[in-house]
């Protein structure tokens, strides 16, 4: 019988790839708090993206690892604990997708990558918590980012690099609500799904490859849009994130733009 302690080292090993990630993150990080005047919106979208790109790997990393230890040991040997995004099952839905609607909209979208062997894992609550992992993880991903602000520390943090991290912990906060909704496809229904009826799963099963876009065709309606980010607004506003930190982190993201001018972004 095969357990979580008897897959490969190197199969636990953290990749190149998401090891230059980490590093382009610090080093982009690093030009934003330096603040050079003719770097700032490109290195911001950099801080963004690749941060994005790392919050994507953890994500799945988190599905994976608490699926090793619900009893599906193929993880493994699948690639899925190296955190290597080139490993995922459907690399484009869960990177280049996600980096594009951030790119467009500036909302997180939540993607899907890693195949659980579910055959492999006995009991519900394990089904449930491998499906609640990786929105967990967005959710712990927004509390490290806005630590400055709840740890009263926000003082003397570059405005620059205050609003990226503020843009960078919304898109952690609308990732983790929207994979967390109970609908078919999405981690929400994931952890709702061993608890149901299987008569009820067979119903849900046909909408599971459209969740995520009735989610977002939903979203179209200005009603429902609404409603969503004042919700996303008031979850960073009880971590002391305020909407213009966010808003400003959007326009320095989107650098082709035209930068705004630091002098008007003063705190909240």
């Known amino acids: 019988m095969t357990s979580a302690a008897s897959v490969h080292r190197d199969h636990r090993r953290p990749s190149p790839v998401f090891l230059g990630l980490v590093a382009v993150m610090g080093l982009s990080g690093w030009l934003v708090w330096s603040e050079p005047a003719s770097l700032t919106g490109f290195a911001v979208f950099v801080f963004v993206v690749s941060g994005w790109i790392v919050s994507l790997c953890l994500h799945e990393y988190a599905h994976a690892r608490t699926a090793l230890h619900g009893g599906d040991v193929s993880v493994g040997a699948k690639g899925y604990l190296t955190l290597n995004p080139l490993k995922y099952t459907h690399a ?7 980096v594009i609607f951030v790119i467009m909209g500036g909302i997180g979208l939540p993607g899907g990558a890693v195949f659980i062997e579910r055959g492999r ?12 992992a990786g929105p967990l993880t967005n959710v712990l ?3 490290v980012l ?3 602000w709840w740890l009263d520390a926000v003082d003397g943090v570059p405005v620059p690099f205050r609003c990226a991290l503020a843009f960078l912990a919304l898109l952690q906060v609308t990732a983790a609500l929207l994979n967390s909704l109970p609908v078919p496809g999405l981690d929400g229904y994931g952890v709702l799904e061993p608890w149901l009826s299987p008569r009820a799963r067979g119903q849900a099963e046909p909408f599971a490859p459209y969740g995520l876009l009735i989610v977002f065709g939903c979203l179209w309606i200005p009603e429902v849009n609404g ?6 607004d008031a979850v960073l506003r009880s971590l002391g994130v305020s909407e213009a930190e966010t808003y400003f982190g959007l326009e320095f993201f989107r650098f082709w733009s035209g930068e705004p001018d630091p002098l008007y972004v003063g705190p909240p």
């Not at 484009?92 to 996600?98: N, R």
């Open 92 to 98: 484009l839905l869960s990177v280049v997708l996600p």
């Open 121 to 132: 894992v006995r009991g519900r609550w394990r089904h449930s918590l491998i499906s609640a």
């Open 141 to 143: 991903f927004a509390l």
């Open 146 to 148: 806005t630590a400055p």
């Open 227 to 232: 409603v969503f980010w004042d919700g996303i």
